[in-house]
């Protein structure tokens, strides 16, 4: 359940499969560059 909740973070900012493997094994550094970084959030449509 995990990860299928980060992929959807993942790609609700536009970013592919690395960034989710970056966000489950350096959630640390990946978090932050979504926060300050300049992807936009927009909603998945499921």
Not at 18 to 25: A, E, P, V
């Amino acid at each position: 359940f995990g990860i299928v909740m980060v992929h959807r973070l993942s790609r609700s900012f536009g970013k592919d499969v690395g960034f989710t493997i970056g966000l489950l094994l350096l959630g640390f550094i990946f978090v932050p560059i979504l926060g300050f970084g300049d992807a936009k959030y927009t909603a998945l449509k499921d």
